[in-house]
């Protein structure tokens, strides 16, 4: 009799030994997931008839998803589909918000909602309930450990915790939970949100210059004079034919302001065809460097502002330039000068230099930048590496500095490289032979200088372009074909020829016959254009037309700064 209870006892011990086993091993993986990170809050079993299992997979899938750029049940991808793509499949949704840059699409049947920038998804928003509403708090810091960044959002309807997890170096996954209470201390999951990490803005940059041709690419390289007060042939076909990036104006373009507003009126609307609008530009420096015609109320130069030395009015003197560049039309102001007046005999630099000495000519000379960008006018800061211990104007003869690159960090790019640690968005290199540094080329043709030291040693990474290429210091030295591509293999942005129409086609053809023959790479001429697109952008040019200047609300905002 006892050997027959044993033969019916010890079974039913080895099964319970084995069941309890087995069941401890299932648990001792619940608990090493949960060691992955730092639990916050306590764990709270799923509610019956909810599986573990099936909440693991669909977080796996979540996950599995964000590191396509996708969220479940959704076939568009971060940062590769545009809003037209989705409208075509999808139609058009329900609910449009505009939020800042960016535009949200609300699909509530499909329980999505999508973010665009640009016209390119950069936010994929998932609702659904059936999918996300057994996932809780616990859940996913037990399987995914402690989030890269939590972060709360709080209004009138919603009190929020947001779990973000870095996907990978594009996307970014962010859960957004009602926040623990004690009467709910493991929320369940109320959507989530998949954003790009990618540069959207570099993103379209880089589609728009996929789509250009070669000879939009070089156009925008380069910035032209133009000749006579009002738009002729050869300004039309540089304009439509070689769709130039810009178009400096002078004195003898600018009659009056009447005339001046036209004139740029009639740019626009020339160029309103092409996919790029254009920098229009002008040397308004202040002092007797001031290009604008009109009775209007004369800027102080900038050795009077440094003799004042008064920060907050250096800035405003940016603010009142900006003003009267922007009410004539302009974009863009050659100015103003960041050049050390260290010589005495220098018959260029002289009272538009803020100083002698470079830390009131870095200080002032940003300022002074930062007012005109405050309100939206693009500085060209000049004249590189410095043309202030020059006792030649290059606009005559090519001017030499003896100079090393260590004598020219103590003084003459000083206040470049503080313009550029600040900012600065565009600078102008000077023609000027530094033997030292290249005993061959001038620095604005120098490899050496435009890329060796501004790009390598200063690390700019902003728009470079070059002082007027006919100006004598060059052409007496070299023809405008040659002296372009130099210049553009110096590592030049944009080429500024200044004067007669031929100069420009010619610039335009050298650069051209350059790449044809190899000595020039499509891949560095879409280097230069990046930038110089990536600036029109960041300014929002565009081709507006330009109201009547009112030069006495002008005067009155210069004389309120000038008193």
């Known amino acids: 009799?006892?050997?027959?209870?044993?033969?019916?006892?010890?079974?039913?011990?080895?099964?319970?030994?084995?069941?309890?086993q087995f069941i401890t091993n299932d648990d001792e993986g619940d608990i090493g997931e949960e060691e992955q990170g730092e639990m916050t809050?306590?764990?709270?079993?799923?509610?019956?008839?909810?599986?573990?299992?099936?909440?693991?997979?669909?977080?796996?899938?979540?996950?599995?998803q964000a590191e396509e750029g996708k969220i479940p049940g959704v076939p568009f991808v971060l940062g590769e589909t545009t809003e037209q793509e989705v409208t075509t499949q999808w139609g058009d949704p329900e609910t449009v918000i505009e939020a800042e840059s960016k535009n949200y699409s609300e699909y509530p049947s499909k329980h999505v909602h999508i973010g665009y920038q640009q016209d390119w998804i950069i936010d994929l928003r998932l609702?659904?309930?059936?999918?996300?509403?057994?996932?809780?708090?616990?859940?996913?810091?037990?399987?995914?450990?402690?989030?890269?960044?939590?972060?709360y959002y709080q209004d009138d309807d919603f009190d929020q915790i947001i779990l973000i997890y870095d996907v990978n170096k594009d996307y970014q996954l962010k859960l957004v939970f009602p926040n623990p209470t004690d009467e709910n201390p493991n929320p369940v999951i109320h959507h989530t949100s998949l954003v790009t990490l990618v540069d959207i803005n570099q993103l379209v940059l880089d589609e728009k210059i996929k789509n250009m041709s070669l000879d939009e690419k070089i156009g925008q390289m380069l910035f032209g004079?133009?000749?006579?007060?009002?738009i002729s042939a050869e300004t039309r076909s540089l304009i439509t034919d070689y769709k130039i990036g810009g178009i400096i104006l002078y004195a003898d373009n600018m009659g009056n302001p009447e005339q001046t507003v036209n004139l740029v009126n009639h740019l626009k609307t020339e160029n309103s065809g092409n996919a790029f609008p254009m920098f229009i530009g002008v040397d308004q420096e202040g002092g007797d460097v001031s290009r604008l015609p009109g009775d209007l109320v004369s800027i102080p130069n900038a050795n009077e502002i440094g003799i004042q030395n008064d920060p907050q009015f250096a800035f405003e003197i940016g603010e009142l330039l900006a003003w009267q560049l922007r009410a004539?039309?302009?974009?863009?102001?050659?100015?103003?000068?960041?050049?050390?007046?260290?010589?005495?005999?220098?018959?260029?630099?002289?009272?538009?230099?803020?100083?002698?000495?470079?830390?009131?000519?870095?200080?002032?000379?940003?300022?002074?930048?930062?007012?005109?960008?405050?309100?939206?006018?693009?500085?060209v800061i000049k004249h590189f590496p410095g043309h202030g211990d020059t006792s030649a104007d290059s606009h005559l003869e090519l001017p030499i500095v003896n100079k090393g690159l260590d004598e020219l960090k103590e003084l003459e790019l000083v206040p470049f490289e503080y313009a550029i640690k600040n900012g600065t968005d565009v600078i102008m290199i000077a023609h000027i032979l530094l033997p030292e540094l290249d005993p061959n080329l001038p620095s604005s043709m120098s490899k050496e200088v435009v890329t060796g030291v501004?790009?390598?040693?200063?690390?700019?990474?902003?728009?470079?372009?070059?002082?007027?290429?006919?100006?004598?210091?060059?052409?007496?030295?070299?023809?405008?074909?040659?002296?372009?591509?130099?210049?553009?293999?110096?590592?030049?942005?944009?080429i500024?020829?200044?004067?007669?129409?031929?100069?420009?086609?010619?610039a335009f053809d050298a650069i051209k016959e350059a790449i044809k023959k190899g000595e020039i790479s499509e891949e560095r001429i879409d280097d230069s254009v990046r930038r110089i697109i990536g600036l029109k952008q960041e300014y929002e040019l565009n081709d507006e037309q330009v109201p009547p200047v009112d030069i006495e609300k002008l005067n009155e905002s210069a004389e309120a700064i000038l008193e």
């Open 41 to 64: 809050y306590d764990y709270v079993p799923p509610e019956p008839g909810h599986t573990k299992k099936a909440v693991k997979n669909k977080i796996n899938e979540i996950y599995a």
């Open 454 to 494: 501004l790009r390598e040693q200063l690390h700019y990474n902003g728009v470079i372009i070059t002082d007027d290429m006919t100006m004598d210091g060059i052409t007496d030295h070299y023809q405008i074909g040659p002296a372009t591509v130099e210049a553009v293999k110096a590592g030049n942005d944009i």
């Open 225 to 230: 004079g133009i000749s006579g007060t009002s």
């Open 328 to 379: 004539y039309g302009f974009n863009l102001d050659f100015a103003p000068v960041f050049d050390v007046n260290s010589n005495p005999d220098n018959p260029i630099i002289g009272d538009r230099s803020f100083s002698d000495d470079a830390n009131i000519v870095s200080e002032l000379g940003m300022l002074t930048m930062k007012g005109l960008q405050s309100q939206n006018i693009i500085p």
């Open 496 to 506: 500024l020829v200044a004067h007669e129409y031929q100069n420009i086609v010619a």
């Open 127 to 151: 609702y659904d309930e059936e999918e996300l509403s057994d996932i809780s708090l616990n859940d996913i810091e037990q399987m995914k450990g402690e989030a890269d960044d939590i972060r």
């Open 1 to 20: 009799m006892i050997k027959k209870i044993l033969y019916v006892i010890i079974p039913i011990v080895i099964i319970i030994i084995i069941g309890d």
